[in-house]
């Protein structure tokens, strides 16, 4: 899998995370998350996305 690929899908799943977390947050507590608060939980689901898509890229030959 390429780079920009991998890159791609790492940017999507940080924009469905930071929307998922906001929009489950407003709801169960009525005001609106900070935006860096958002970013971190983001930040945090990126990292285990990225070393997963190393490892499939590891273990496909190209």
Do not use: H, N
């Not at 791609?8 to 900070?34: E, K, R, T, Y």
């Not at 860096?36 to 285990?48: D, E, Q, W």
């Amino acid at each position: 899998m390429p780079f920009w690929q991998r890159a791609l899908i790492l940017v999507v799943a940080i924009l469905v995370v930071s929307f998922l977390i906001d929009m489950i947050w407003q709801s169960i507590f009525g005001f609106v998350l900070p935006g860096y608060i958002i970013g971190v939980f983001s930040g945090l689901t990126a990292v285990p996305i990225w070393d997963m898509l190393k490892r499939l890229k590891l273990s496909q030959p190209e």
